[in-house]
C-alpha cells in the first residue's frame, strides 16, 4: 500500500508541475508546432537532459525500484519500421487530441470534460494494441 501512495503522490506532483509550466496547454503545444515559440522546445529539452542524467544516476549508483526490485534497463534492437509507425501514430494523436498522454489526466483534473473522449480513446487503444502484440514487430 505505501508504494502506491508514493506513485499517487509523485503523480500528484507531476500533474501540478505539467498544469503550472502550461505543458497541457493545447495553445502552447500549438505554438510549439508552429514554431512560434520555445516555452514547449523548453520543457521537453529539459526534460531529456533531466532524464539522461538520472539513468546515467540509476546505472551507476544500482538504484532500486520502490519494491526493492533492481531497476533493469533492457536494449532493443533499432527497428527503422518501428519507430517510423510509432511515432507517427503517436504524432497523430498528439496532433488529434491536442495532448500527449501524460497531459491527458492533467486536463481532466483542470476542469476540461472534453478529454474525456481521448481518455476513453486512449483506453480502447491501450485494449486493442493488447490484443494485437504478439503480431507488431517489437
Known amino acids: 500500500m505505501k508504494k502506491y501512495v508514493a506513485y499517487f503522490t509523485i503523480g500528484i506532483f507531476f500533474g501540478i508541475l505539467m498544469y503550472k509550466s502550461e505543458a497541457a496547454s493545447w495553445f502552447r503545444i500549438y505554438e510549439m508546432f508552429r514554431f512560434d515559440s520555445f516555452h514547449m522546445y523548453g520543457i521537453i529539452g529539459s526534460a531529456l537532459v533531466i532524464g539522461v542524467i538520472g539513468v546515467q544516476w540509476i546505472k551507476r549508483k544500482d538504484i532500486k525500484a520502490l519494491g526493492g526490485r533492481r531497476m533493469q534497463l533492457n536494449k532493443k534492437q533499432p527497428s527503422i519500421a518501428r519507430y517510423l509507425i510509432g511515432g ?13 498522454p501524460g ?9 476540461y470534460p472534453a478529454i474525456l473522449v481521448v481518455l476513453f480513446g486512449a483506453v480502447i487503444g491501450t485494449f486493442v494494441y493488447g490484443i494485437v502484440r504478439d503480431k507488431l514487430p517489437h
Open 103 to 111: 497531459p491527458m489526466y492533467v486536463l481532466l483534473g483542470s476542469g
Open 88 to 100: 507517427t501514430l503517436f504524432g497523430l494523436g498528439w496532433a488529434l487530441a491536442g495532448a500527449c
